[in-house]
């Protein structure tokens, strides 16, 4: 080729146009790179987070929830420039470009409303129920498809914008489903962890935010920071694998505080793991029969789980000529085992309370110190009596009990599980709370699954 062959007029018209098309690009649709650059380091992120933990992406659908928030703002962003260009652009390319747009909208605001049902464990069982939640959105759908041909193009002051039926359908989806996570927010607001509720709060905020926003400027195309903020929020509060990792590192570091103690103790093995389940058991039970709702929320009930592994953590100051003697205690030896409660609430309370979650650390403290108190005022440390008893501490007594007598102790054999059901019925109204009692005792069958379970790993 020689040199003749080039134009330079040509040259530079052609880097010209190129330059003028980004301006052009960026003037419609800076917007949404922004988000779709906030998304995609989410996306970075949350599957690094997920590669170094060697975690599954099974846990929740949130992996699916992000991918179509990235097609519909990327959508969103074409169809800005689309509806800008309608005298250069292929009117079926924009036409389509704005379907699969109003079908992502719709596949986001749907999926936010499933994962909020998700994460309030709210699993509808009955085929009307499922009918009734899906069928809004199947509507707009079929809406959106049969009316697309329909779309009308407004030239705004800023920008163009298109309106009609198939986009007054999207606007309909997310004023309903928005208005049932409310409905579901406070039905379930004592069933929702605090951090989750965070989740919701964010998702309706910026929903009724955004419409409202929306239906009096409809030139103002914040769709795309819509599903950013909902996206980034849900991550933020609940999805962040790095979070996850410590929640599970705390977890794992109480277990294994537990474990140090219960292994100077040969006769008390897997105790902290079966009166665990038996604790869960019982709080989720009562949860169920509406007992004590004021207190028996999500957060408690997570927090009962996570403390019910510290209730002997005073057995730590406890010698071990006491502590795994084989025989019978004297009285002055039961006086030091005793003592084991107290010490455990002090130990919780200058071990743990510089973590800075308050709740779980009162929580720790008064099942440690307070899990041998009886409902008849007879117990120790400090003689407590009825509803006096933390409910956490009361709780932790059922379960306390039945696994020390249906184990096996150096100086006695394991009693039969009837047995030791007997000794709950027996102990209700004197020993235990005989709400907390009663309810052990209609959950018998399950009991005996978790004592069954951990009987054949042995």
């Known amino acids: 080729m020689n040199f003749e062959d080039f134009n ?29 650059a906030v998304l995609f380091y989410i996306l970075l992120s949350y599957l690094r987070g997920y590669k170094s933990y060697n975690w599954s992406l099974r ?8 991918v179509l928030a990235i097609l519909c703002v990327s959508f969103d962003c074409a169809t800005a420039y689309t509806v800008n260009h309608l005298d250069t652009v292929n009117p079926f390319l924009n036409l389509m470009l704005h379907l699969l747009f109003l079908l992502c909208i719709d596949s986001v605001v749907f999926g936010l409303f499933v994962y909020v049902l998700h994460i309030t464990d709210v699993h509808p069982q009955r085929r009307i ?28 002051v800023y920008t163009n914008y298109s309106m009609g039926i198939s986009v007054y359908t999207c606007f309909s989806m997310v004023i309903l489903y928005t208005l049932m996570t409310v409905i579901v927010f406070f039905t379930r607001i004592r069933h929702i962890e605090s951090h989750k509720r965070r989740c919701i709060i964010i998702y309706v905020l910026v929903s009724l935010t955004g419409m409202t926003i929306q239906f009096f400027n409809p030139e103002y195309l914040i769709t795309s920071i819509g599903v950013t903020v909902m996206i980034l929020g849900i991550y933020l509060s609940y999805e962040d694998p790095a979070l996850k990792e410590l929640s599970e590192y705390y977890s794992e570091t109480v277990m294994s505080f537990a474990n140090l103690v219960e292994n100077r103790d040969s006769s008390t093995g897997g105790h902290i793991k079966r009166t665990t389940q038996y604790v869960r058991l019982i709080a989720q039970n009562l949860q169920k029969r509406g007992y004590y709702k004021d207190i028996l929320t999500k957060d408690f009930i997570s927090d009962m789980e996570k403390a019910a592994p510290l209730h002997d953590i005073g057995k730590i100051s406890v010698p071990d000529a006491v502590l795994q003697k084989p025989g ?40 440690a110190r307070y899990h041998h108190e009886k409902w008849n005022g007879r117990g120790y440390p400090e003689g407590l009596s009825g509803e006096k008893i933390p409910l956490c501490a009361r709780i932790m007594a059922v379960a306390d009990v039945f696994d020390a007598v ?52 042995k």
Request: aromatic share 12%; hydrophobic share 45%; glycine share 6%.
């Open 8 to 36: 330079l007029n040509d040259i530079i018209q052609r880097s010209f146009i190129d330059i003028t098309w980004r301006i052009d690009f960026m003037e419609y649709c800076k917007l949404q790179i922004g988000c779709l």
């Open 328 to 367: 019978r205690l004297t009285d002055e030896e039961f006086a030091v085992m005793k003592k084991h409660a107290e010490n455990g609430g002090t130990i919780i309370r200058e071990s743990f309370e510089k973590l800075g979650n308050d709740e779980y650390t009162e929580m720790a403290y008064e099942v």
């Open 59 to 66: 846990e929740s659908f949130f992996d699916e929830l992000l």
């Open 406 to 457: 249906s184990e096996k102790r150096c100086y006695r054999d394991a009693m039969p599980l009837e047995q030791c059901f007997d000794i709950i019925r027996k102990g209700t109204g004197e020993d235990f709370d005989p709400l907390i009692a009663k309810v052990f005792l209609e959950i018998k069958d399950a009991v005996e699954e978790v004592h069954r379970s951990f009987a054949q790993n």
């Open 129 to 156: 129920v499922k009918f009734l939640v899906l069928l809004p959105f199947v509507v707009n759908i079929i809406a959106v498809v049969l009316n697309i041909g329909s779309l009308e193009y407004i030239h705004g």
